[in-house]
């Protein structure tokens, strides 16, 4: 069955950076279209970027030039590289494939 394991989440000032990264099983991760979502609190999960088997991506307009994801299939892993974070970018970081869902990492953007 699809596995989603994210990492990478913590605590980091604005301004700062962290490196998501979702590991992937299950099916055949080169082949599909995968997802970054965040959940603030006490907010609906929203699309942060994607990224098809072709390797174009998309990006929500709030982070655009500040977050860049990208994928190894090699290694069956999605990454989310995220800069000059702000403090509204706090929330729950999710990967999703083939409808399936990570249990999240969470991001907390305070000083």
């Known amino acids: 069955q699809v596995q989603l394991v994210e990492s990478g989440g913590g605590l980091v000032q604005p301004g700062g950076s962290l490196r998501l990264s979702c590991a992937a099983s299950?099916?055949?991760?080169?082949?599909?279209?995968v997802s970054w979502y965040r959940q603030a609190p006490g907010k609906e999960r929203e699309l942060v970027a994607i990224?098809?088997?072709?390797?174009?991506?998309n990006y929500a307009d709030s982070v655009k030039g500040r977050f860049t994801i990208s994928r190894d299939n090699a290694k069956n892993t999605l990454y989310l590289q995220m800069n000059s974070l702000k403090v509204e970018d706090t929330a729950v970081y999710y990967c999703?494939?083939?409808?399936?869902w990570g249990q999240g990492t969470r991001v907390t953007v305070s000083s």
């Open positions: 990224i098809t088997s072709g390797g174009s991506t």
């Open positions: 299950g099916f055949d991760f080169r082949s599909y279209v």
């Open positions: 999703r494939a083939l409808g399936n």
